[in-house]
């Protein structure tokens, strides 16, 4: 079974530090991995994309790696901030169904002013 | 850019009723994606449309869910009769072109109580 995790559910961080979050994948085979943004009683919004060819992207504050023989990827949010807390999802579309995203479970950020 | 528009926002109803759920795609998006999401299952996806023909719906959880996409700005979700573990957040995601190579980009949900 291909499986998403995330680890730790929850984090809390004063504000100006660094965060990093953590997704791991059972299966090596993936097509793309995203990384999702979701505010209470909102939608997901994509914050990055890695195709499996990659092994990194960024936008602004955000870089994502991607390590395909371990089966991670790790999202650093530099300098966070208030804005930054939300909940952030991991997910992964495996080559059997590229188009079928297997999601975590989140991470919770807090960012405390 | 409207964005992923999702109707209604919340609907709540009695058991056995028949739920609507209606989904507007992004214009130019050819592939659109019904997911529900609930505290205990997480994200999972219903039903996958590629230029308004369905894919997949091995996630469809039972014969009382069906979905149509009868053009290429409009989808339904319907669910008859409803049932209270049907309660969940639907989300209604669409992307351009008919792999993974987009990202997805999801509408606010309908959030759905059945008492």
């Known amino acids: 079974k291909q499986e998403v995790t995330q680890i730790p559910a929850a984090l809390s961080v004063p504000e100006g530090e660094n965060l990093v979050l953590n997704c791991s994948f059972t299966?090596?085979?993936?097509?793309?991995l995203q990384w999702f943004r979701q505010d209470p009683g909102k939608g997901l919004t994509s914050l990055l994309l890695?195709?499996?060819?990659?092994r990194e992207q960024t936008s602004g504050r955000l870089n994502a790696s991607l390590d395909k023989s371990s089966g991670r990827s790790t999202l650093y949010i530099a300098a966070s901030q208030p804005g930054d807390s939300a909940t952030y999802l991991c997910?992964?579309?495996?080559?059997?169904?590229?188009?079928?995203?297997?999601f975590g479970a989140g991470t919770t950020v807090t960012v405390r002013a | 850019d409207a964005g992923v528009i999702q109707s209604p926002r919340h609907e709540v109803t009695e058991m056995g009723q028949e739920v609507t759920l209606r989904c507007k795609p992004i214009?130019?998006?050819?592939?659109l994606f019904w997911y529900r999401q609930t505290m205990m299952r997480g994200l999972e996806l219903l039903i996958y449309?590629?230029?308004?023909?369905?894919?997949?719906d091995s996630g469809m959880p039972e014969d009382r869910f069906s979905a149509k996409m009868p053009n290429a700005s409009f989808s339904t979700l319907k669910i008859q009769p409803s049932e209270p573990r049907d309660s969940a957040v639907y989300f209604c995601?669409?992307?351009f072109g008919p792999g993974g190579n987009q990202p997805q980009h999801f509408g606010d949900g309908t959030r759905l109580s059945i008492l």
């Open positions: 299966d090596s085979a993936i097509y793309n």
């Open positions: 214009s130019g998006h050819n592939s």
């Open positions: 997910a992964v579309s495996f080559r059997s169904n590229d188009y079928k995203l297997s």
């Open positions: 890695i195709q499996s060819s990659q």
């Open positions: 449309f590629n230029n308004n023909v369905p894919i997949d």
């Open positions: 995601a669409s992307s």
